[in-house]
């Protein structure tokens, strides 16, 4: 067996990717699109069977690349709280699937009372939010009324696509999801790693209808795939998939990854730090018979604000541009930019607030405010990362970073600068599908735990500047901007 394949069921395309287990390189990968659908203000939607059959198509492309011969298995990621409910029977979904972004259930989990939300935060580590999927499926089950005909009939499934795909993919053989995406569903109790009586009672979701927990590196059966049945070995949500895929696998160790927001998960080893500070308390990945904790924090906006300046203000032609332009001037020349588009999250969790540009002056130029803006990124992940560090009483070893914005050498040497620790960016840029792959060749006993983070390539680390003042200083800065966009 030459080769493992990963795949990933994003938000917006599913992809597949070969990878290469004497290298750990990627040689191959497939790409398909995902349409998206909002029928209502607020409301995001999916067609699942969509999903299913356009990741079967990624997978075909793959396998028919690589030889089934010479495929010793798949692992999947996915986006981790969308919601499918399914016919046991038929395997047909009853309604489109509930996207994470949705907010239909927003007054349902507002009006939750306080009591009930201290509960789901001791025991699922979680905000209570429409985000998390428990709220989503008790729409369904209320609004949709097929859903109860099945499960009075015992024959409904309800799951994240994770759940939704091995369904298909083994025939309805197998029924199950791993810890790291039941942990974000708002049921499943993350220390006694099951779920929680309790919390299905609250949301009036049986535990018939929800899949079996497995460990990321448990067998989930065999999947059908160009003629040949593949071993599924290896199932982990996608932020957690690149906490693994990076190595990120001691206490101390934290991933950043810059996509639209911005996603930073902390490694706490095998202790549970309860956030007073508004992080997510998570399950990092449970493997080798052992659960690994993590502490969870992301940013509304990162990429969308280099964004903004492309197509907003026309300030750049294109994202990479604003590295060069940035770099055109010594320092952001008393400019601070809050990147509150959509509210602000972690820590400040404030929805009400919005974006602020301040410290402009009659010689401020076009290249302060793409300065502040990159300077903005780092400032939300520093926010981050010092609560994680009082949460835990776990000091920040290193940040591994992946996503789009690692690119950009200015923003990564700023990052360093401001946060006090090198950051590690690897060679390999798809830490999603790579974790998902390296868990499935963990899961078949072709490589070993403590050999993972050697995998792991890198291709520049940026060291943090010596003067500590100047950057601290420049964060109280940004705090005291974030201040005036809470009044």
Request: neutral net charge; charged residues 25%.
């Amino acid at each position: 067996m030459k080769y493992v394949i990963a795949l990933d069921a994003g938000t917006t395309s599913v992809r597949a990717f070969v990878y290469d287990l004497k290298t750990g390189k990627f040689v191959h990968g497939a790409s398909q699109e995902i349409k998206q659908s909002f029928p209502r203000a607020g409301w995001v939607e999916q067609d699942a069977n969509e999903i299913y059959y356009k990741a079967a198509y990624c997978l075909n492309e793959c396998v028919r690349f690589a030889g089934a011969e010479n495929v010793a298995g798949m692992g999947i990621t996915n986006q981790r709280e969308t919601v499918v409910l399914w016919d046991k029977t038929t395997g047909e979904p009853v309604c489109p699937a509930i996207v994470w972004q949705c907010r239909r259930t927003s007054e349902y989990c507002a009006a939750l009372s306080k009591e009930n939300k201290e509960l789901i935060r001791e025991r699922t580590g979680l905000v209570v939010d429409a985000y998390f999927s428990a709220s989503k499926i008790r729409w369904i089950l209320d609004n949709v009324p097929k859903a109860r005909t099945l499960e009075k009939n015992g024959t409904l499934c309800a799951g994240t696509i994770d759940s939704y795909l091995i369904f298909k993919f083994t025939e309805g053989r197998t029924f199950a999801t791993d810890v790291t995406n039941a942990s974000r569903t708002m049921l499943f109790n993350i220390k006694t790693l099951d779920w929680d009586e309790e919390l299905l009672q609250l949301f009036g979701v049986s535990r018939e209808i929800l899949p079996e927990v497995r460990a990321c590196d448990a067998r989930m059966g065999e999947a059908e795939i160009a003629g040949s049945r593949i071993p599924i070995a290896g199932v982990i949500g996608d932020q957690q998939a690149a906490l693994f895929g990076q190595g990120c696998l001691s206490e101390g160790d934290g991933k950043i990854t810059y996509g639209t927001g911005l996603f930073l998960l902390f490694n706490t080893g095998g202790r549970c730090a309860q956030s007073k500070r508004g992080m997510l308390s998570t399950i990092g990945y449970s493997a080798c018979g052992k659960t690994t904790y993590a502490l969870e924090g992301s940013a509304f906006n990162a990429g969308s604000a280099v964004q903004w300046l492309r197509d907003g203000l026309g300030f750049i032609k294109t994202s990479a541009e604003s590295e060069r332009v940035a770099e055109s001037v010594e320092s952001s020349g008393g400019v601070y930019f809050v990147p509150a588009f959509t509210g602000l999250g972690a820590p400040y969790w404030n929805a009400e607030a919005r974006g602020l540009l301040t410290g402009i002056t009659r010689s401020t130029t076009r290249a302060h405010i793409v300065r502040a803006v990159l300077e903005s990124i780092a400032f939300s992940a520093r926010d981050l990362a010092s609560c994680m560090e009082e949460d835990s009483g776990i000091k920040l070893r290193e940040i591994k970073c992946d996503g789009g914005a690692s690119a950009n050498n200015f923003l990564m040497q700023f990052q360093s600068n401001v946060l006090g620790v090198c950051i590690n960016r690897p060679v390999e840029r798809e830490s999603t599908a790579l974790g998902a792959a390296l868990m499935c060749a963990l899961s078949l006993g072709l490589v070993e735990e403590q050999d993972i983070p050697r995998l792991r390539s890198s291709e520049r680390i940026f060291t943090p500047s010596p003067d500590r003042e100047k950057f601290d200083r420049l964060y109280g800065e940004y705090c005291r901007a974030v201040q005036k966009t809470l009044l």
